[in-house]
């Protein structure tokens, strides 16, 4: 399986975002639809190892699984389907096309300035 | 992760991203950055980057991918005896291990280069970007790339090519498509190989694998193949060909980067026993 790919090429993503602002990684948001090809738990397993002596060690993973849904151009409806099954539920048609559910998205990097305490006369306002 | 190009910056959320944006400060030192950003956006601008490289030779680049043993490198070898003379082949091997298939198409008389991926269960375009630097694209006028043997995620990987098949073997049993949708709905081909073995596996239905492919709302044609006679290679010749003739139109008109590939003649779409699913008959 390549999850710890995709998991490493996820660490190196914040990292960068997190290097740009000088801060750690608290938190990430994935988006995983079914239809990705990766499977949330496999990456949840591979993420500790991936993120090993990196500024994503440490941090919680969240991953917002996406339903599979078809939008059938016949009914003008969109439906949740099963992934193997991407008919229209309504009329049969398999001219369907997928609406959500492949997605593989980093969704939010949520991060903590590593000078957060001491510095808060520099903050806004 | 593209700096540069914010590639899965839209305009929708532009705003989540810039600095200052809704939800990038808040005031305890914690910060909110929306990346909406492809997890493997790195593989896809290698990828592009391939893809230059393919458009600035010309080449037409076709990925196939199926189980381990399915018949990919036995269809390689009698598509090069095929059509060897006639057109430019080069091939590009990935497997877990050792150089064999690479050396079995070399015996063919065409170029190969091995990839040898230790671990890895798939192709990336980084490798594939390797291997480009170790031939020449010069006269090659169709380029193979022969997918490590996994039915999961090569899929997911962008390598630049311009076309996907997967081979579907009757001794895997007809019902692969539902097992393994995210792979044989990216496919643009399909091809039932080792065709000439359904006399000894008459529970392998060819409509049963159309129709599994069918429900991942999948319009790729299903073409039999066998390696074993020059009449049950025929039908993904012809698909190939007709590839190739409307990939040099598009190089003519410099619109390689438009090419789309097309269904072909083995247009399997009115097959009558998907009428479960075509409630209507082409009412157009
Ligand atoms: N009967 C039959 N056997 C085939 C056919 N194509 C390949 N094979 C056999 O299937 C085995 C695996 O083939 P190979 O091309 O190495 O599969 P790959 O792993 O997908 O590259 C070999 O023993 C081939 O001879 C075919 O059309 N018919
Ligand atoms: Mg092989
Ligand atoms: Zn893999
Ligand atoms: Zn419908
Ligand atoms: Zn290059």
């Given at each position: 399986?390549?999850?710890?790919?995709?998991?490493?090429?996820?660490?190196?993503?914040?990292?960068?975002?997190?290097?740009?602002?000088?801060?750690?990684?608290?938190?990430?948001?994935?988006?995983?639809?079914?239809?990705?090809?990766?499977?949330?738990?496999?990456?949840?397993?591979?993420?500790?190892?991936?993120?090993?002596?990196?500024?994503?060690?440490?941090?919680?993973?969240?991953?917002?699984?996406?339903?599979?849904?078809?939008?059938?151009?016949?009914?003008?409806?969109?439906?949740?389907?099963?992934?193997?099954?991407?008919?229209?539920?309504?009329?049969?048609?398999?001219?369907?096309?997928?609406?959500s559910?492949?997605?593989?998205?980093?969704?939010?990097?949520?991060?903590?300035?590593?000078?957060?305490?001491?510095?808060?006369?520099?903050?806004?306002? | 992760?593209?700096?540069t190009?914010?590639?899965?910056?839209?305009?929708?959320?532009?705003?989540?991203?810039?600095?200052?944006?809704?939800?990038s400060?808040?005031?305890?030192?914690?910060?909110?950055v929306?990346?909406l950003?492809?997890?493997?956006?790195?593989?896809d601008?290698?990828?592009?980057h391939?893809?230059?490289?393919?458009?600035?030779?010309?080449?037409?680049?076709?990925?196939?991918?199926?189980?381990?043993?399915?018949?990919?490198?036995?269809?390689?070898?009698?598509?090069?005896?095929?059509?060897?003379?006639?057109?430019?082949?080069?091939?590009?091997?990935?497997?877990?291990?050792?150089?064999n298939?690479?050396?079995?198409?070399?015996?063919?008389?065409?170029?190969?280069?091995?990839?040898?991926?230790?671990?890895?269960?798939?192709?990336?375009?980084?490798?594939?970007?390797?291997?480009?630097?170790q031939?020449?694209?010069?006269?090659?006028?169709?380029l193979?790339?022969?997918?490590?043997?996994?039915?999961?995620?090569?899929?997911?990987?962008?390598?630049?090519?311009?076309?996907?098949?997967?081979?579907?073997?009757?001794?895997?049993?007809?019902?692969?498509?539902a097992?393994?949708?995210?792979?044989?709905r990216a496919v643009?081909?399909?091809?039932?190989?080792?065709?000439?073995?359904l006399?000894v596996?008459?529970?392998?239905?060819?409509?049963?694998?159309?129709?599994a492919?069918r429900?991942?709302?999948?319009?790729?044609?299903?073409?039999?193949?066998?390696?074993?006679?020059?009449?049950?290679?025929?039908?993904?010749?012809?698909?190939?060909?007709?590839q190739?003739?409307?990939?040099?139109?598009?190089?003519?008109?410099?619109?390689?980067?438009?090419?789309?590939?097309?269904?072909g003649?083995?247009?399997?779409?009115?097959?009558?026993?998907?009428s479960?699913?075509?409630?209507r008959?082409?009412?157009?």
């Open positions: 399986m390549h999850e710890l790919s995709v998991c490493q090429a996820l660490v190196e993503q914040a990292e960068l975002i997190a290097r740009e602002r000088q801060a750690s990684v608290t938190r990430l948001i994935l988006q995983i639809g079914p239809l990705s090809g990766v499977e949330s738990e496999l990456l949840r397993r591979a993420f500790p190892l991936a993120s090993a002596g990196t500024c994503c060690e440490g941090a919680a993973l969240e991953i917002l699984a996406a339903p599979v849904t078809v939008y059938c151009p016949d009914c003008m409806v969109t439906s949740e389907v099963a992934a193997n099954k991407l008919l229209c539920p309504e009329c049969g048609n398999w001219r369907t096309s997928l609406a559910g492949d997605e593989m998205v980093l969704q939010t990097v949520e991060l903590e300035t590593r000078a957060a305490n001491g510095n808060e006369s520099t903050g806004q306002r | 992760m593209c700096d190009c914010g590639c899965n910056i839209t305009p929708g959320n532009k705003h989540l991203v810039e600095a200052g944006g809704k939800f400060h808040s005031a305890s030192g914690h910060e909110s929306e990346v950003q492809n997890l493997l956006s790195e593989n601008h290698q990828a592009d391939n893809r230059e490289h393919f458009h600035r030779h010309g080449v037409l680049v076709i990925n196939l991918m199926s189980s381990p043993g399915a018949g990919k490198t036995s269809l390689l070898e009698a598509t090069v005896r095929a059509l060897g003379g006639k057109l430019g082949i080069a091939v590009i091997e990935g497997d877990l291990e050792t150089e298939d690479a050396q079995r198409l070399r015996e063919c008389g065409i170029p190969a280069v091995q990839i040898t991926t230790g671990s890895a269960c798939h192709l990336d375009a980084h490798m594939v970007h390797q291997a480009l630097h031939m020449s694209l010069d006269n090659i006028d169709v193979f790339i022969e997918n490590v043997g996994n039915l999961v995620c090569p899929a997911s990987f962008d390598l630049g090519q311009h076309i996907n098949v997967a081979l579907l073997s009757v001794p895997e049993g007809d019902d692969k498509p097992k393994y949708p995210v792979m044989f643009d081909a399909v091809l039932l190989s080792k065709t000439d073995l006399q596996l008459p529970e392998f239905s060819p409509q049963r694998a159309e129709t492919l429900s991942l709302a999948s319009e790729a044609p299903l073409l039999n193949v066998n390696v074993r006679s020059a009449e049950g290679l025929q039908p993904w010749l012809d698909w190939l060909g007709e190739i003739a409307v990939f040099k139109s598009a190089r003519e008109t410099g619109a390689m980067g438009h090419f789309r590939p097309v269904t003649q083995a247009h399997v779409l009115t097959h009558p026993h998907l479960q699913f075509t409630p008959e082409n009412d157009g």
